[in-house]
C-alpha cells in the first residue's frame, strides 16, 4: 500500500532488518498494566499496535508481571521528589529484566510509551535504557483557527477536521488520531475555534459538541479551551453592554463558566482576541485588557482553568510602528493581570513574518505570565507548496537572549518561567492540522506539527534531533537517505527567506491571501496596511529605520540588544532591514552593496531550489512513491514561484535603486 501519509509519525511500519527487529525481542515479550485507567489502557493498546507494526509480532497485555522480558506501566503518585520529575513527567528504565516506565501519573505513563515507541521507531537500542523527561513548559497547545461553517483561517490543508454538523452523535474516528497525535508529542492543549470568535461556541448546542470532542481527548491528557467572542454577554446574553466591569456581565460570564463545566468539568479555559482587527474587546468601554482579562479570570476562580489574552494588538496608524503598538498597550498592564491569566505573544512584534526579530515583550513583564504564540500553519511561509522547516524558525527565537536580567535571559527562559519564577507556562503553535488525508497538506508539512509539540516539551532539542526522528519515524530508516533529507529540512527556512524576504525585509506578501509578492501595495483597506510602510523603499535605500529617527522601537529591547542591532555595520544582515534604512550603495559585511547584497539572495533562492529538487530526485527509490511524487510536484510549484517572487521582487526594488539588474533576469538553467 502506498502511504497516504494518514498516520502521520505513527505508522509503525515494519522494522525492514530483521537482525534489529530481534535485538528488540528480549524486552517485548509482554505488556504489564495493573489498572483499568482508560489513559493506562490507551497507552498497552499503542504499545501493542506498535510493536505489532513495528516488529510484527503480537503481544500480550497482561496485569502483572510474573516473568522477566516485558513492558510495565507503573504510576507511582508518590514518587520521592528527589527523582526531580514533573507530574507528566517519566522515568523509563531497565530493572530485572523487564522495561518499567514510571510517571505520577497516567499522562505521563502514556508520553513515556510514546518515548519507548519513538526509541524503536528511530532505531534506539532498548538494552541499558534509562531516560528521564519532564516538560519544560505546562501547557502545550495548538490554537485552531476553525470556524463552525468548516472553514479555516489560514488553513491550508482542505477544511475543518471538526465535523460540527455531526457532532456530538457522530464522533470522527479522525478525533482519536488526532489525540494520538499530539499525545506523542507532548501537547495537552488544544483551543478548538478561531481567535475570530463566533459567539456561538458558548450556546449550548455547541457546548454539547464541544463536550463530546473533550470527551474524546481527555484520555488522552489534553485540555480543551474555547476562544471566545467578548461581545457574547450582548449577542447571546441579551445585554446592554459586554463592558466587563458592569456587575450583570461579570455575572453572565460567572453564569456561563458554570454553565460550560457542567459539560467539560476539566474545561482549560479561554483563549481572547480582543481589541484586534476588529475584534470587540474592553476598551470599547473604555477599560483595559487587563479588566476584561480579569474579569474572565474571576469567573473561572472557583475552576483549575485559565485565561488566555492575546497581545496580537495594532492600530492601523500609517504614521506610527507597529512593532511598538503590543508593548506599549500592554506595558503599563504589567502587574495588573490575575494570576489566572496568561497573556500570549506572538514570536515576533509585527505578524508572523518569514523571519522577525524576537518580540520586545518578551523580557520586558516580569510580573506577567508570558506565552508563546508560533505559527505552524504557514501563512506567510509557503502555505502548502513551498518546502519550510520550521523548527529552526521557532528555536532562534526561543534561543535569542533578551538579556533582560543579565547575559542568558533567553527567550526561552521567559517561557518556561524560570526566568521570573512564573507558577505557569505556555507554548501555544496556531494549528495546520485539516481534513486532508494527510493532515497537513505538504507532506513535510507534518514535520512542523511535529516540531512544534517536541520544543514546546523540550526547547532544548535540536532542530537536527527532531528532523532526524520525524524522517525515521516517517520516510526512511537508510542512513544516507535520512542525512540527505535532513539536509533539505534545515537549509530549507532560509531558502525560503532568501526569495521572498531577505535581509530582514518584511509584508510584502499579497494583501489578504498572504501568498505572492506585492511588495508595490500602496494602497489598501486598513491605513497602515502597504507593503510601502513596511519595506520602507524609496531613491536612497530599503528598510525600516527604528533607531530612532523614524520610530524608536529598538529602544524597546535591553541595551546589549540595542547594540547588537543598532548599528548597520554590525546589525546581524538576516535583522538588518528590520531596524535600519540602508543606502542601495552602502558596503555590507559580505563586501557587497546593498542592492547587489539584495539581488544575491533573491537569485541564489532560487537557485537552491532547483538544488532541493535535484536532491529529492536523487532518492527516489528509497521514498513511498506517492509521497515522492506529492512532494516532487510541490517543490516544482515552489520553484515556479520562487522566480515569481525573485523577479517581483528585483524588478521592484530596481525602480527604486535605479541600479542595473543582474543579467541575465532569466530562470537558471
Ligand atoms: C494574522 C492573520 C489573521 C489572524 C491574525 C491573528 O493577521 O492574517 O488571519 O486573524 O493574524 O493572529 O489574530
Given amino acids: 500500500f502506498a502511504d497516504d501519509g494518514s498516520q502521520l509519525w505513527l505508522n509503525y511500519d515494519l522494522i525492514k532488518d530483521a537482525k534489529q527487529r530481534e535485538s528488540y525481542a528480549p524486552f517485548t515479550k509482554f505488556i504489564a498494566v495493573a489498572s483499568d485507567n482508560q489513559t493506562l489502557k490507551i497507552a498497552a493498546e499503542e504499545l501493542q499496535t506498535g510493536l505489532q507494526g513495528l516488529l510484527g509480532k503480537k503481544i500480550a497485555t497482561v496485569k502483572t508481571a510474573t516473568a522477566s522480558g516485558g513492558i510495565i506501566l507503573n504510576v507511582n503518585k508518590n514518587a520521592p521528589s528527589s527523582t526531580n520529575i514533573s507530574n507528566e513527567g517519566y522515568e523509563i528504565y531497565t530493572e530485572k529484566g523487564n522495561i518499567i516506565i514510571s510517571s505520577k501519573t497516567e499522562a505521563g505513563v502514556l508520553y513515556g510509551t510514546f518515548e519507548l515507541l519513538r526509541a524503536i ?95 474524546v481527548l481527555r484520555p488522552y491528557g489534553i485540555k480543551v479551551f474555547i476562544s471566545v467572542n467578548f461581545r457574547s454577554p450582548r449577542t447571546l446574553g441579551g445585554l446592554k453592554t459586554s463592558d466587563p466591569l458592569d456587575p450583570e456581565v461579570r455575572k453572565w460570564w460567572n453564569d456561563k463558566t458554570k454553565e460550560i463545566h457542567q459539560y467539560i468539568p476539566d ?27 480579569n474579569m474572565l ?37 504589567d502587574g495588573a493581570f490575575d494570576p489566572k491569566v496568561i497573556v500570549q505573544v ?145 537549509k530549507s527556512h532560509p531558502i525560503y527567506v532568501s526569495y521572498t524576504y531577505p535581509l530582514g525585509t518584511s509584508h510584502m506578501m499579497g494583501e489578504s491571501h498572504h501568498y505572492g509578492p506585492e511588495p508595490w501595495l500602496a494602497k489598501s483597506a486598513r491605513p497602515d496596511w502597504t507593503s510601502v510602510y513596511y519595506h520602507r523603499a524609496d531613491s536612497i535605500g530599503l528598510g525600516f529605520d527604528r533607531t530612532g529617527k523614524v520610530s524608536n522601537a529598538l529602544q524597546l529591547y535591553s541595551p546589549e540588544v540595542q547594540k547588537k542591532w543598532g548599528n548597520p555595520d554590525q546589525c546581524p544582515l538576516d535583522y538588518l532591514l528590520w531596524f535600519h ?29 532547483g538544488n532541493l529538487q535535484k536532491t529529492w530526485e536523487s532518492l527516489k527509490a528509497d521514498i513511498d512513491p506517492e509521497i515522492f511524487e506529492n512532494v516532487k510536484g510541490r517543490l516544482k510549484i515552489q520553484e515556479k514561484e520562487a522566480l515569481w517572487w525573485r523577479d517581483a521582487c528585483v524588478l521592484y526594488f530596481g525602480e527604486h535603486s535605479k541600479m542595473p539588474l543582474p543579467k541575465p533576469l532569466t530562470p537558471p538553467q
Fill in 581 to 609: 534604512h540602508v543606502p542601495w550603495t552602502k558596503k555590507l559585511s559580505t563586501g557587497r552593496s546593498l542592492w547587489d547584497e539584495l539581488c544575491v539572495r533573491y537569485y541564489d533562492g532560487v537557485v537552491q531550489v
Fill in 267 to 293: 474545561f482549560g479555559g479561554y483563549l481572547v482576541k480582543a481589541n484586534s482587527e476588529g475584534e470587540p474587546g474592553p476598551q470599547d468601554y473604555g477599560r483595559t485588557h487587563a479588566d476584561g482579562a
Fill in 297 to 333: 479570570a474571576e469567573a473561572m476562580r472557583p475552576f483549575s482553568g485559565i485565561v488566555i489574552w492575546r497581545a496580537f494588538v495594532y492600530n492601523a496608524d500609517p504614521n506610527g510602528d507597529r512593532f511598538k503598538e503590543g508593548y506599549a498597550q500592554f506595558k503599563p498592564l
Fill in 121 to 215: 521507531q528511530t532505531g534506539r537500542s532498548l538494552a541499558k535504557l534509562s531516560i528521564t523527561s519532564s516538560p519544560k513548559v505546562k501547557i502545550r497547545m495548538l490554537n485552531h483557527w476553525d470556524n463552525a461553517n468548516g472553514t479555516v483561517e489560514r488553513g491550508y490543508a482542505g477544511s475543518s477536521m471538526w465535523k460540527w454538523n455531526e457532532l456530538p452523535h457522530r464522533v470522527d474516528p479522525r478525533y482519536v488520531m488526532y489525540a494520538r497525535a499530539n499525545a506523542s508529542i507532548g501537547i495537552n492543549a488544544t483551543s478548538i475555534n478561531n481567535v475570530n470568535a463566533s459567539s456561538r461556541f458558548l450556546t449550548a448546542e455547541y457546548l454539547e459538541k464541544i463536550k463530546a470532542v473533550a470527551d
Fill in 346 to 490: 506572538k514570536n515576533g512584534p509585527i505578524d508572523f513574518m518569514p523571519r522577525e526579530p524576537f518580540h520586545p515583550m518578551f523580557g520586558a513583564f516580569p510580573k506577567t505570565t508570558l506565552g508563546m504564540e508560533f505559527q505552524i500553519t504557514q501563512e506567510y511561509l509557503g502555505q502548502s507548496t513551498h518546502l519550510t522547516y520550521l523548527a529552526p524558525m521557532f528555536k532562534e527565537c526561543l534561543d535569542t537572549d533578551t538579556y533582560a536580567k543579565g547575559q542568558g535571559s533567553t527567550v526561552a527562559k521567559v517561557i518556561d518561567g524560570s526566568l521570573y519564577n512564573a507558577s505557569n507556562s505556555l507554548m501555544a503553535g496556531v494549528a495546520n492540522t485539516g481534513s486532508d488525508d494527510n493532515w497537513c497538506g505538504h507532506p513535510f508539512n507534518q514535520s512542523n506539527w511535529y516540531a512544534f509539540g517536541r520544543l514546546a516539551w523540550d526547547h532544548t532539542l535540536s532542530s537536527e534531533q527532531i528532523a532526524s526522528e520525524w524522517i525515521r519515524m516517517t520516510l526512511t530508516q537508510t542512513k544516507p537517505t535520512e542525512q540527505k533529507i535532513s539536509d533539505m529540512m534545515l
